[in-house]
C-alpha cells in the first residue's frame, strides 16, 4: 500500500453509490481504506457492507461514534447532504459531497462555511471533469496546441432512460439543469474558466415529467469566451452517445473536436490528428456507464490524493459553489428572458 492510509466511510449504497464503492476499493493499493457502510435502508446497507467487507450502518451518528474515519463520502440525495456535512465537519472529518451540492445555495454555502470555520476539508464529486475524456481535453488545451481557447460548444444530449434507475426524476420541478446541466457547465468552467454572465432556454419535452428535461444555455466567461452549453434526456438518435460528452473548443491556433466512442481530433496549425481518448473497461464496469463510472474513480483518485497531501480538491466545495451558482443563475435566466451575473460566494 502506498501513500497515507485514509480511513473512508460512505453514506449512501444506492444506485450510483456503487461507483463510488468499487473505486474506493479499487484505490486500496494508493491508500483508500473503505471503513464502513452507511444507509437508512438496511437492506442496502447490508448488501453494500457484505459485499465490501466492513461494518454496515443505517444510521451516520452511529457509523460516526463506532468507527475511526479520515474522510466520508456522502453519496445521498442532496435533500440529505447539509445535515449530513454538517455532521461529519462538526467531528473534524474530510468530506466529499455527491453533486448537487445541495437543494439551495443557501443550503450550499452553508456547508461551505460550516468546513471553513471548522478547517475541514470539503470536495464536491463533481465527477465529469475527472474524467479520462475531459482530462485528455483539458491536457490538450494547457500543451497550447491550440492557442487561446476562445469558443466552445459543451453537449450533453441523450435519450437513455435515466427514469429506470431513477425513478424520482419525474417528480423533479428543477431536472436537467440541476441533475446533468451541473455536469456540463462545470465542463465548461473546466475548460473556459470562470463565467461572468448566462442565458438560458429551458423545454419540457416528455409531459410525464415536472421540470425541464432540456436546455440550451449561452455563456461568456471572463476570459472573453464564449460556450454554448447543452443538456437533454430527450434527443432521439439511432448512435446514441449516452453518458458521453460532446464538445468542440476553438482556439487562436486550432481547435479540438470530441465525438462519440470518445474520438478526438485536434487541429494545430493546419494540421489534424485524431485519437481515442477513452480508457479500457474496469472490472466493475460496463457499457453504456463506462465513461461516467471511469470518471467516479477518477474524482475518488483525485481526492485521496488531496487528502494525503493535505491540500484542496480541484472541485473543493469554495470552487464548486461557483458551478451551483451557474445552475441557480440559469434557472432564474429562463424564468426571466435575461442574462444573468451568477451570484459570488464572500
Known sequence: MSGKIIRVGLVGC??????????WR??????????????????????AGETFGVPWFTDVAAMLDAVPLDAVDIVTR?????????????????????????????????????????????????????????????????????????????????????????????EETRFAIADVGVHVLDVSRFLLGDVERISCETQQRNSKVKGEDTATMLLKHRSGAVSIVECTYEARRADDPFPETM??????????????????????????TTSDIGTPLLSWTSHPWHVSQEGALGACSHFLDCLQRGVPAETSGEDNLKTYALVDAAYVAAAEHRAVTPLRWK
Request: net charge positive; charged share 20%.
Open 78 to 170: 442532496q435533500d440529505t447532504h447539509r445535515a449530513i456535512a454538517e455532521a461529519t465537519i462538526a467531528r473534524g472529518i474530510a468530506t466529499i459531497v455527491q453533486k448537487p451540492f445541495a437543494p439551495t445555495w443557501e443550503d450550499a454555502t452553508a456547508i461551505v462555511d460550516a468546513a471553513r470555520k471548522a478547517g475541514v476539508w470539503l470536495a464536491v464529486h463533481e465527477n465529469f471533469r475527472y474524467q479520462a475524456p475531459l482530462r485528455a481535453v483539458r491536457a490538450v488545451i494547457d500543451s497550447g496546441a491550440i492557442g487561446e481557447a476562445n469558443w466552445a460548444r459543451v453537449a450533453f444530449r441523450t435519450g437513455f432512460d435515466v427514469y429506470a434507475t431513477q425513478p424520482y426524476f419525474y
Open 26 to 47: 479499487d484505490l486500496k493499493p494508493n491508500g483508500a481504506l473503505l471503513s464502513a457502510v452507511c444507509d437508512m435502508d438496511p437492506a442496502k446497507a447490508k448488501a
Open 247 to 272: 464538445m468542440e473548443i476553438e482556439g487562436s491556433r486550432g481547435s479540438i473536436i470530441v465525438t462519440a466512442k470518445t474520438q478526438m481530433k485536434v487541429t494545430s496549425n493546419g494540421q489534424a
Open 14 to 23: 444506492g444506485f450510483y453509490a456503487q461507483n463510488h464503492l468499487n473505486a
